[in-house]
């Protein structure tokens, strides 16, 4: 089940990416944070107890939206425009390193 | 003599872009630095792509405010030097350090205007940190600047005028709002009646809100507490105390929070002296009416200097910039400055209506179980922090933060600092205002460990 639920844009450009491997379709416009809790219902994992997270404040303050690319490097959900291509994971299982 | 370095703005919403038009009708080109792709701000946010709504669709009543300053903005063009999607992360000895694309740049600067807005204020509750939980902030930018609802029925909880403003959007958009929940009583209310000569079509507008949400079945509840959020992963439910029971509505997506909190890390870095404002409950950079801080060539605008709203925003932007101007030797209207304090000054009147008819909970800071997180970031509890200030006899807030490592985390007490001061004046019975304030650091917000890339940017050797 995703978490956030499209109003508007449902018919602009497919931006193709992947969840923990899966692929997704995002569409033009949407961030990072966007694209993930429209298919599903977490981010990303705490450090210290593993529980879900999924943003809060939606506008680069909390922090609580960073997640992985399968490269390894970590972005900010929030304030990230989806790319075409991105692997994101949301897992800490399935993150190495 | 050298030519002087440009002045820097810190922030694209209302107060910024007001300040940057005035600094650029004068001939002076400022640097203007916003984190956002765009300008605008919070109330005024744009979407990163079109999405078939129009400015009334998206901002409401705001919509023409929304437009003028999008415009005006836009029509300055190359006579400011615009920087989006860019940080600025640290300021020392006039010079600034400003992150865009993974490339740092040191600009100096000779004027600095800090319009940095604002973010929710926050207590922490049992099962905030779920996800579906969001600030009544972060549900409005998902629905005007993204198109999403993070819910199918979903509940506003909390105080503010945000409240009944984003579960009316919400409503607009076709989502069920399940419940709005409002921490002051109805007494608190009565204060709305002072606003009412003051600003009578805003308080209408808010009235016809709170009407049409009735109409719409959703219930609008006073007075409550103990709020918690239960769910598995997910927001399932919110609990509630009100008139002496405990509820339960069944949700799918919670919008939470309590007023704003002003981002005055910038000033803190820029040396402004600070003092505990009672209204806001917060430490606030000192300012005069002209926006003048503590330092000179530092002036401060809009919601980062006080919580004052939109329109205040842009008077203060204005008005910040016709003092440098003056300060800086240039033709500036003395006349327009004096209209803008005026204005400035009604704001305030209204400003103090509206925080005591939506004030902060205070109240509930005594109440904060132990299991609820205070810190996200660092995942410390209410009780471990309850537990650090009675074993160390912890009565200050930089001490608090060395202990526990509040406010140490990634969000560097954004949602937690507001909140544990609270928390620490009640466990130790003192004021508010006498706890102290943490003291901001650089970089203000992260940023990457390997930012390789420096641009250095100044002309000459800073002022000072
Ligand atoms: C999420 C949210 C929603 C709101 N919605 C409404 C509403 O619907 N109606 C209403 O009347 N009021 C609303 N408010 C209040 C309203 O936003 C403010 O009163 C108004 O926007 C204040 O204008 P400002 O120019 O002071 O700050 P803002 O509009 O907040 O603009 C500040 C800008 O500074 C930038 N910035 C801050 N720090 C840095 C930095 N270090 N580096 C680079 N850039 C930085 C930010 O990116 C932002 O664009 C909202 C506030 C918030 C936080």
Same mark, same amino acid.
């Given at each position: 089940m995703p978490l956030l639920h499209r109003l508007?844009?449902?018919?602009?450009a497919v931006v193709p990416f992947t969840i923990d491997g899966v692929p997704c379709n995002g569409r033009a416009g949407d961030t990072v944070l966007t694209a993930v809790l429209c298919h599903v219902e977490q981010l990303r994992e705490t450090e210290f107890s593993g529980a879900a997270r999924a943003g809060f404040?939606?506008?680069?303050?909390?922090?609580?939206?960073w997640v992985q690319l399968a490269a390894g490097e970590r972005l900010r959900a929030c304030t990230t425009e989806l790319a075409e291509g991105m692997h994101i994971v949301t897992q800490r299982g399935l993150r190495h390193g | 003599m050298a030519e002087r370095a440009p002045p820097l703005i810190v922030g694209a919403g209302p107060a910024g872009i007001r300040a940057a038009a005035t600094l650029a009708a004068a001939g002076l080109r400022p640097v203007v630095v916003d984190e956002?792709?765009?300008?605008? =701000?919070?109330?005024?946010r744009q979407p990163?792509?079109?999405? $078939? &709504?129009?400015d009334r669709a998206r901002y409401g009543s705001e919509a023409g405010k929304a437009a003028l300053l999008h415009r005006d903005f836009a029509a300055l063009g190359p006579d400011v030097d615009y920087r989006p /999607?860019?940080? #600025?992360?640290n300021l020392r000895d006039g010079t600034a350090d400003v992150l865009r694309d993974g490339v740092n740049h040191r600009v100096g600067y000779d004027g600095l205007i800090l319009a940095t807005g604002a973010t929710d204020r926050v207590l922490p509750i049992p =099962?905030?940190? %779920?996800?579906g939980v969001f600030t009544l902030g972060g549900a409005q930018i998902a629905l005007?600047?993204? $198109?999403?609802?993070?819910?199918r029925r979903v509940v506003f909880a909390g105080s503010g005028p945000l409240l009944y403003l984003v579960a009316w959007q919400y409503m607009k958009a $076709?989502?069920?709002?399940a419940a709005v929940l409002d921490?002051?009583? %109805?007494?608190?209310?009565? /204060?709305l009646l002072r606003a009412l000569p003051l600003a009578p079509d805003i308080v209408l507008r808010g009235l016809r809100m709170v009407a049409a949400l009735g109409l719409a079945g959703t219930r609008v509840q006073l007075g409550v507490s103990s709020l918690r959020i239960e769910g598995?992963?997910?927001?399932?439910r919110i609990v509630y105390q009100s008139g002496g029971r405990e509820h339960r509505i069944a949700c799918d997506g919670v919008a939470y929070g309590l007023n704003l909190r002003s981002e005055t890390q910038a000033a803190d870095l820029a040396g402004c002296a600070f003092r505990f404002d009672p209204r806001d409950r917060a430490h606030l950079p000192l300012r005069e009416a002209?926006? &003048?801080?503590?330092?000179?060539g530092v002036y401060l605008a809009g919601? $980062?200097?006080?919580?004052?709203?939109a329109d205040a925003a842009e008077a203060a932007g204005e008005r910040a910039a016709l003092a440098l101007l003056e300060d800086r030797g240039l033709p500036h209207d003395a006349a327009r400055a004096a209209a803008l304090e005026l204005r400035l000054a009604k704001i305030d009147r209204l400003r103090g209506a509206l925080e005591a008819a939506f004030?902060?909970?205070?109240?509930?800071a005594a109440e904060?179980? +132990? +299991?609820? #997180?205070?810190?996200?970031?660092?995942?410390?509890?209410a009780g471990e922090a309850r537990r650090a200030i009675g074993d160390y006899v912890l009565t200050e807030m930089n001490r608090l933060k060395a202990i526990t490592?509040?406010?140490?985390? &990634?969000c560097q007490g954004r949602m937690c600092a507001a909140a544990a001061a609270e928390l620490l004046a009640v466990q130790t019975q &003192?004021?508010?205002?006498?706890?102290g304030r943490l003291r901001a650091q650089a970089p203000i917000k992260p940023i990457p460990l390997d930012v390789s890339l420096s641009v250095d940017e100044r002309q000459h050797d800073p002022a000072h």
């Open positions: 508007v844009r449902q018919d602009s404040c939606q506008m680069g303050a909390c922090q609580d939206c | 956002g792709h765009a300008c605008g =701000g919070q109330i005024y990163l792509a079109q999405d $078939g &709504r129009d /999607n860019t940080l #600025l992360w =099962g905030w940190t %779920l996800p005007k600047a993204q $198109g999403c609802a993070i819910g $076709g989502v069920e709002v921490a002051a009583p %109805l007494s608190a209310k009565l /204060n598995k992963d997910k927001v399932s002209s926006g &003048r801080s503590s330092v000179a919601d $980062g200097a006080r919580i004052a709203g004030p902060f909970p205070a109240h509930w904060i179980a +132990d +299991d609820a #997180l205070l810190c996200r970031c660092e995942e410390i509890s490592r509040i406010g140490m985390g &990634r &003192r004021d508010i205002g006498a706890v």
